[in-house]
């Protein structure tokens, strides 16, 4: 039995199990796969990896051990050496590779939805998802001097993604949140604040019409993605990006074409049960 599982702390939350373990059913490899979930920090992922015997494929990260598991790799490709971290770790041969899917997560949700092509765009937060949403966006075209302009709450707590963005030779423009107002009108907005930190920000952005790429995915949708829609602009979630990173894992683990749209049905249908159970709830 091969086996992948995604690791971090929280991890009850992952939807990872549900795309994976429905890719393997899609594929007919069900019985010779398992993809678990395990509570792990940082200061536990050295040793949750020493443990991978060769039945172990991949693995999953998610927050916070993205930037450690660089570290701990003995290959990094590119993106992730870039960006600053990784969310998946493939093991072959004894050696651990380091990927980062976020990005492509990013540039395919942004396809899906019409947009291939990006001259301007400015980012909300200045996080760990930023850096994955700067090299996204500079996939797609924006890559001139100043093209990306990043908004923070704090300008003192940018500097990790100051520095992604001068791996990556991006010039960036850094500004206050506060400062919104002037910089709405570009072609794409996207939000990697947490859950309910952009709502406040909604009017300006909904008033602008401009495309907003949100990467919270649960609760949706988020009062930006609303407003934003309300006002008749493009609106892309969370769950698209969450899809396809998924999607690129699972080829990178187990060497199949991974099966899309049965990752996504079954993504959409847990997330709808979660949505109606929290509803029970309150």
């Known amino acids: 039995m091969k086996r992948a599982a995604v690791l971090g702390s929280p991890i009850s939350h992952s939807l990872s199990p549900v795309l994976h373990t429905a890719g393997y059913t899609a594929l007919g490899i069900a019985d010779q796969w398992h993809y678990g979930r395990y509570e ?75 947009i291939h092509r990006l001259d301007t765009v400015t980012i909300l937060g200045a996080g760990a998802t930023a850096a994955s949403a700067l090299a996204a966006v500079r996939r797609l075209g924006a890559t001139e001097p100043g093209a990306v302009t990043v908004l923070a709450r704090d300008l003192s707590r940018t500097r990790d993604l100051a520095a992604a963005a001068e791996r990556m030779g991006a010039q960036v423009k850094f500004a206050l949140l506060t400062e919104i107002d002037q910089h709405v009108h570009a072609d794409l907005v996207v939000s990697t604040l947490p859950a309910g930190a952009a709502d406040q920000w909604a009017e300006p952005v909904a008033a602008a019409k401009t495309p907003v790429f949100d990467v919270v995915y649960a609760p949706w949708p988020t009062v930006l993605g609303s407003a934003a829609a309300a006002a008749g602009a493009v609106v892309v979630g969370g769950f698209p990006m969450l899809l396809h990173q998924a999607v690129a894992q699972l080829t990178l683990m187990t060497g199949y ?20 159970r929290n509803n029970l709830d309150t």
């Open 40 to 114: 792990c920090d940082e200061h536990g992922l050295a040793a949750f990896l020493d443990q991978c015997d060769e039945s172990w494929a991949g693995l999953s990260l998610t927050m916070p051990l993205k930037k450690v598991a660089l570290t701990l790799a003995d290959e990094v490709e590119d993106t992730a050496a870039a960006v600053g971290g990784a969310n998946t770790i493939i093991f072959d041969k004894g050696r651990r590779h380091a990927y980062n899917t976020d990005v492509t997560g990013i540039t395919e949700a942004l396809r899906e939805a019409g």
């Open 257 to 276: 074409e991974a099966p899309v749209e049965a990752m996504r049905a079954a993504g959409e249908a847990e997330l709808a049960r979660r949505a109606a």
